[in-house]
């Protein structure tokens, strides 16, 4: 039921988008012309074709993944091997990143193209448990689907952003118009931030689809909800330039580094024997004694990751 209730909501957040941008691509029509419409959507095809084809060169280079061998790593590949026939997809590729996080993260084409890569800090820093829980996250993405589905609504935003620069400059320039024309790139501004705001929960959805999807493959949540939180300590300590250079792909992530601190701040009051670690029963006493404050949901609606006190709450309503 969980699963079915995730998809609806996704798929009604894709039709909203679509239905923005198509009003917008409407309003133009009626007032350029057949023009500016048609070679919008030219971009916008244009945009989405180049990230399905250049996207996965595009992270392996930002993220420095290498791909490695079951000799190199013959314990990472016994766990991503046994996922993914438990998801029933193809194994994907398997790659390790060098960049200086505890985390992880998949993309790809489709699921015959996956890729699920983690950092050399979080094959350091988690057990085998949480290593497991989380390869089960990303594997979930992977067979959702929804890495193409995100990269192609992010695509939207963008098209009206340059809908709206466009317009916004062609004001000044447009004598008697310019009023319409200004119009329009208001209208496109508008669209731009409802549309991102779309994205960024349809994120936020997809990471609670991701979630479910460990579990099932797992049957362990305590286990994702401790390597959460071991992330989250991890990457507390990362520093702002590094945040800054992934700044552009931390939607990928298990969690997102530039909220561990505050994560970690959350969660540190759930790890009551001060191990590093959270356990069954620490992850039930967290989840109902935690509250969740309205600044709390305010701020979650900019950001690409649910609030991780949520994300716990419903990995304990999960477990059971």
């Known amino acids: 039921m969980r699963t079915i209730w995730l998809r609806m909501r996704m798929g009604l957040c894709i039709m909203l988008m679509f239905a923005l941008i198509y009003a917008l691509l409407t309003v133009i029509m009626f007032a350029t012309g057949m023009i500016s419409p048609v070679f919008f959507a030219l971009l916008a095809f244009l945009i989405v074709l180049a990230q399905y084809f250049f996207g996965p060169k595009i992270v392996e280079k930002t993220m420095r993944v290498k791909y490695v061998s079951k000799s190199e790593h013959p314990g990472l590949h016994a766990i991503v091997t046994d996922l993914a026939m438990r998801a029933n997809i193809p194994k994907p590729k398997v790659g390790v990143s060098e960049m ?36 089960g996250h990303e594997l979930s993405h992977i067979k959702h689907k929804d890495i193409v589905a995100i990269t192609m609504l992010s695509v939207i935003p963008m098209i009206c952003y340059f809908v709206y620069i466009s317009f916004f400059w ?65 990457d507390a300590r990362v520093d702002r330039r590094t945040l800054k250079r992934i700044e552009g792909m931390k939607a990928f992530f298990a969690s997102d580094p530039s909220r561990a601190r505050k994560d970690l701040t959350d969660l540190r009051q759930a790890d009551l024997n001060m191990d590093g670690h959270l356990d069954k029963y620490e992850v039930e006493a967290f989840a109902k004694e935690s509250r969740i404050t309205s600044a709390d949901r305010i701020m979650e609606m900019f950001s690409s990751h649910p609030n991780i006190v949520k994300r716990i709450k419903r990995l304990h309503a999960i477990s059971y």
């Not at 779309?198 to 689809?209: G, K, Q």
């Open 100 to 135: 200086p996080i505890a985390n992880a993260f998949a993309f790809g084409k489709s699921k015959k193209d996956g890729r699920v890569c983690v950092t050399s800090e979080l094959l350091r820093r988690l057990n085998e448990k949480e290593l497991r829980a989380v390869l």
């Open 170 to 234: 062609s004001s000044f320039f447009g004598g008697r118009r310019s009023g319409g024309t200004m119009a329009i790139a208001l209208a496109a501004f508008l669209t731009y931030l409802l549309t991102n705001m779309l994205v960024l929960y349809a994120s936020r959805v997809r990471e609670y689809y991701a979630d479910q999807g460990s579990v099932e493959l797992t049957n362990d949540a305590p286990a994702l909800a401790s390597a959460l939180y071991r992330i989250s300590v991890e």
